[in-house]
T-cell receptor, first 112, second 112 residues
């Protein structure tokens, strides 16, 4: 079956702009989580959605937001981009707690 | 942040040898742990998981050991192959809502 699909794969934005990233989970998976990966901070949890509800949120500023649609697809948005937002943004889907989390290949965001 | 990845430890092994990658986790209340492998340009790939009511779990060529007393996880890879070269992360599920906290990662280099 198809894995977790993230689009786009690469993105270049200018400081101050906003960006929306998309994630399509594995069919049947209702939980979608987002992570930011940087060389300096490693992998950090952004937020998690289950059945269109945000259940958990990491320690990121309010510029980072997300949502989940009724078909479980999820988007995350970053407003007023800063240079430090340059990172690999990863999405993971799961059937539920204590099941394996399958990651997509990520969206590489570069802010210039 | 909760995960620091500035300087990753490196483990170099000869092809065919066994590898042991170690990880210390932070939360004694964590009840689910996962090992991931990440190759360059890809998202983390699930290797093996273990729940806190177990102390050992085996997969194909991999074994995970959990020591809750000292909050330590290890991943053993038997007969390491060049294709095993990657960054390996341990992750703990710390809260309701699929929040994974990742370790800093270990680079595994396999010499032929």
């Amino acid at each position: 079956k198809a894995g977790v699909t993230q689009t786009p794969r690469y993105l270049i934005k200018t400081r101050g702009q906003q960006v929306t990233l998309s994630c399509s989970p594995i069919s049947g998976h209702r939980s979608v989580s987002w992570y930011q990966q940087t060389p300096g901070q490693g992998l950090q949890f952004l937020f998690e959605y289950f059945s269109e509800t945000q259940r958990n949120k990491g320690n990121f500023p309010g510029r980072f937001s997300g949502r989940q649609f009724s078909n479980s697809r999820s988007e995350m948005n970053v407003s007023t981009l800063e240079l430090g937002d340059s990172a690999l943004y990863l999405c993971a889907s799961s059937q539920g707690e204590d099941y394996g989390y399958t990651f997509g290949s990520g969206t590489r965001l570069t802010v210039v | 942040g909760e995960s620091v990845g500035l300087h990753l430890p490196t483990l170099s092994v000869q092809e065919g040898d066994n590898s042991i990658i170690n990880c210390a986790y932070s939360n004694s209340a964590s009840d689910y742990f996962i090992w991931y492998k990440q190759e360059s340009g890809k998202g983390p790939q699930f290797i093996i998981d273990i729940r806190s009511n177990m102390d050992k779990r085996q997969g194909q060529r991999v074994t995970v050991l959990l020591n809750k007393t000292v909050k330590h996880l290890s991943l053993q890879i038997a007969a390491t192959q060049p294709g095993d070269s990657a960054v390996y992360f341990c992750a703990e599920n710390v809260e309701y809502g699929n929040k994974l906290v990742f370790g800093a990662g270990t680079i595994l280099r396999v010499k032929s």
